[in-house]
Structures are given as C-alpha cells and as structure tokens.
C-alpha cells in the first residue's frame, strides 16, 4: 500500500475584515517592480467599493474581472494566460483570486499555466504538471466548494471536464475573511453550501473512508448542520462556521473522494451547463437508494428555507443526450468505486443511471 503525500496550503489567515492584511500579506512576494500582481476578481464586485478600494495596484499590478455565469473552460484559461504574457515583459509575481470556486479555479490554473508549456487541456487529469505554479493566492467570496484548500482545479475542456490534479494546484497563501460573503444570493448560498454538506456526505459514506478524512467530515457535517438544520448563531457566526465547514469538506474529501451525487452532477454540468453546487442538489434530492438518512435531511433544509430545486430538467431530452450524461458520470470510476465498493460495475448499470436522470 502506498499512501499518498499530500500538499496542503502553506498559509493561511482567518477573520473577519482580514482581507485588508491582503498587501501587506503579499508584498514580500514581489519579484521586482515589473512583475506584477495580477487580481482575478469575480465581476459580481464590479463597483463595490468596500472590497475593490482594498486592493492597492502597484507598479504594472493589473485587476481582471471575471464572470462567474459559466463554469471555467480550458480556452478561458490559455486566453488569461496569453493576454497576461502580451502586456506583461516579466512573468507575474503573483497571481491572486478572489471570488467563488469558479474564480480560485481559474486562478489556480492561470497560475499553473503561466509556468508550464502549451495548452491547459493538455494538464486535465492527475500529476502532469511539469513546473511549480508561481505564487497563488485564493481569497473565497462564497463558501462551500473547499476549492480554497483543495489540489485540483476543475476546468471544461474540448474533451472533458476535468480537474488539473497537481501537487502544484494548492494555493501558497489562502485568505478567509467571512464578511467577504456578504451578499451573496440566498439560493445561490444554499447551492454552494450544500455542495460542502454533499462533500460530507458522500466521504463519510465511502469505502475509501479512513480516521484522516472521518475527523474533517465529521466537524464539517455537524456545521452545515448547525448553519442549514438548527440555524444556530448570529448570521456573522453562520458565516463564519460555513466558510470553516467548507475548508474541513475539502480536507475530508482530499483522503478520501467524492460519490454518486458529484459523478451524476458532472453529467449534467458536461451535457447541461447545469452549474457545480445547482446541480448537485438536483441529483442529490433523488439519491434516497444511496444516502438514505442524508437526503432525508437534505430536503428538511431544502424546505427551512423555501429553496426552489429544479425539476424535470431532463424531461425532453433525447435517447443520445442521456448516453452523454451517463458516459460522463460512469467514466469517474473512482467515484463510484469509492460509494459502491470495488464491485460497482455489477450494480451501477446504464439502465440505473438513465431511470434516475429520468427523474431529475
Ligand atoms: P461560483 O464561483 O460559480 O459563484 C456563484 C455565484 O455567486 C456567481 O454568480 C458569483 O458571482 C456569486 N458570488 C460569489 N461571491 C459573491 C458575493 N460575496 N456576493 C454576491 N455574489 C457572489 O460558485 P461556487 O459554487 O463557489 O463555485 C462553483 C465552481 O467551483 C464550479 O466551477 C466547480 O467546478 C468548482 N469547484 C471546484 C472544486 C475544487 O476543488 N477545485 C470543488 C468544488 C467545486
Ligand atoms: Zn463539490
């Protein structure tokens, strides 16, 4: 048996309003005054003065704003990069995300690919990255998908959709500052949130489970519990707890690995568009045969707080539309393996699939 090696983030500041400690926290980091910063920030903070007067631009540093409407794509990524490479003679002295999984993953691959040769395609799938990222920063606007603390970044590619899974994909330096959450969308909390509460779920419930993820899962259940069951605490203390719930989720599902809901939600992402957290409650809300006790719960919370959960989004698709989804889910084997057990393919079968799709 070998065990796995695991990078963690090297630094880490927690607290509400730390985000101000951001460029003193970063200045060392500055290779000369012609290597810039580059913030990637989530356009949603277009305008909003209270976070965007905090980043002090300095030199050649240079903010980009990124739209979150659409989950990373290989092609957006190789374009940040160029465009980056174009403007700027030396090489970035860092890269720095703020926003929701969708913007610390294309931060964490900006930064990867700045430093490795040809296209990010090429990199999707596990240790194919050649050379250290250069210096990463992710500052989470929204909590839940444990990308902050996570070694993949998912991205859209021509052929699939799949992470850069690298020793060099965690960031060196994470900033968790909970009032960076303000205003987040309440359907949009309850997605995000529950992509953490999913991560929980399906680890504490797989073969691949051990004492290190156990540990993480176990705290990280009992706080989405505390936020979206017993809705216990101040709303500052909520976010406090959500955004250390997602950090524990992404710890736990690290040593151990994701389950039935992810590699289903991943079909509808591929085929649909569907969104990561959105579409992981759409399937998670039909998996009673899989997470009997937890879905059961999942929709107690659903209704708490008056969360719409789409249905019938497959209901006029065609015969091939479903062999996509199904193709997509059934080829992240060790997703199943880790929710079913080595002998998965006997009861995962397409006809199984198809019928729960059918239903969502
Ligand atoms: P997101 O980043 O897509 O953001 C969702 C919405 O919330 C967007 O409209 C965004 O603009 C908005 N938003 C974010 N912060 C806000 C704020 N403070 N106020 C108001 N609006 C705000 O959502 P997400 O669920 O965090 O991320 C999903 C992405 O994360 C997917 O691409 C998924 O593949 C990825 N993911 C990555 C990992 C990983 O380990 N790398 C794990 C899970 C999910
Ligand atoms: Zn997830």
Redesign the pocket.
């Known amino acids: 048996m070998i065990y796995r090696n695991y990078p963690m983030v090297s630094k880490v500041v927690f607290g509400r309003g730390s985000f101000s400690q951001l460029s003193d926290i970063i200045a060392p980091k500055r290779l000369n005054v012609k290597a810039p910063f580059i913030y990637l920030v ?3 903070f277009k305008g909003n003065l209270k976070l965007t007067s905090r980043i002090s631009l300095a030199y050649d540093d240079e903010l980009i704003f990124i739209s ?2 659409e ?2 794509k290989t092609s957006q990524v190789d374009a940040l990069v160029e465009q980056i490479i174009l403007k700027h003679k030396d090489k970035p002295s860092g890269i720095i995300g703020i ?7 294309l931060a964490k691959a900006v930064a990867i690919m700045l430093t490795n040769t040809g296209e990010s395609k090429d990199y999707q799938g596990w240790d194919l990255v050649k050379q250290p990222a250069i210096y990463h920063v992710g500052v989470p ?2 909590s ?4 902050e603390v ?1 070694r ?3 991205l859209t590619g021509p052929e699939k959709k799949l ?1 850069i899974n690298s020793d060099y994909t965690p960031f060196d330096q994470v900033v968790l500052d909970p009032e ?6 309440k359907n ?1 909390w309850f ?2 949130g529950m ?1 953490c509460f999913i991560h929980c779920v399906e680890s504490l419930n797989g073969t691949y489970l051990n004492a290190f993820s156990q540990s993480y899962g176990e705290k990280a259940y009992d706080l989405c519990k505390e936020i979206f069951y017993d809705n216990s605490g101040t709303a500052e203390e909520l976010q406090d707890k959500l955004m250390m719930a997602s950090w524990h989720g ?1 710890m736990s599902i690290a040593y151990s690995q994701v389950g039935v809901a992810h590699a289903m939600s991943y079909g509808l992402g591929y085929l649909l568009g569907v ?3 959105i579409g992981n409650c759409i399937v998670f809300n039909h998996l009673e045969e899989f997470y009997p006790k937890d879905v059961v719960l999942f929709k107690k919370m659903v209704q708490l707080h008056d969360i719409e959960i789409p249905e019938g989004i497959c209901a006029n698709l065609e015969d091939y539309q479903f062999d996509i989804m199904i193709d997509v889910a059934l080829s992240l084997e060790p997703l199943w393996e880790n929710a079913i057990g080595e002998n998965w393919k006997k009861t995962i079968t397409r006809e199984r699939l198809k019928a729960l799709y059918q239903k969502m």
């Not at 839940?144 to 990308?147: E, M, Q, V």
């Open positions: 989530d356009d949603v979150a409407n989950e990373p926003g929701g999984g969708t913007v610390l993953d606007t929204i839940g998908t444990g990308s996570s993949t970044t998912v992470g960076l959450t303000n205003g987040v969308p949009q997605y995000t992509d992404g969104k990561h957290g």
